[in-house]
């Protein structure tokens, strides 16, 4: 794909991490997202997990939103701020406590830790997991179409085959 073609995805998915906020989610999302707020006051790291397409990085971006947190991707170089988020993180104990200490260097006093997988061997770290019905998966992606600045009129109702139609859009 050419950056031409790309240009619709990247500007929806640009709109959709500027504007992100609590009002935005869905209701297991917001659930989750008060699981998170009310571990993270016991503990400096939460591990989110989810499959793919529930909504684990849109929480992230509304957490940096509204909260100041900063976004990360895997593998992180540096984090800074009150809180951060450390997405498509690995799920291996090794390097959540990596992270962990990490944060406890730089004055971070909370990190979301966002994987597709259970943390293995990582009884010590508290886990939030994401599951939308489908319902709430239909309700995202009219989100999609009513946010995108181009209409689309998208045939699927589930988030992961409606990407993969954003994907084949042009």
């Known amino acids: 794909m050419t950056s031409s073609e ?11 991490k500027t504007t992100a906020a609590e009002a935005d989610l869905v209701d297991s999302q917001s659930k989750v997202l008060d699981k998170i707020r009310a571990q993270l006051q016991d503990e400096p790291l939460v591990a989110l997990i ?7 990085t849109f929480i992230a971006w509304v957490l940096c939103n509204e909260l100041d947190y900063t976004y990360n991707t895997w593998p992180v170089e540096s ?8 997405d498509n993180a690995p799920s291996e104990r090794v ?3 990596a992270v962990r200490a990490h944060c406890r260097l730089n ?14 061997e990582a009884k010590t770290i508290p886990t939030v997991t994401l599951r939308l019905s489908n319902d709430e998966e239909r309700s995202i992606v009219h989100r999609w179409e009513n946010v995108s600045n181009r209409a689309l009129e998208l045939t699927s109702t589930s988030i992961l085959s409606a990407r993969k139609e954003l994907n084949q859009y042009q």
């Open 95 to 97: 390097d959540a406590r």
């Open 79 to 86: 984090l800074s701020g009150p809180g951060a988020v450390v």
């Open 107 to 120: 004055n971070v006093s909370n990190c979301v830790f966002i994987t597709d997988h259970r943390m293995r």
């Open 50 to 56: 989810g499959s793919k397409g529930v909504g684990k």
């Open 6 to 16: 790309l240009a619709p995805l990247l500007s929806l998915n640009n709109t959709l």
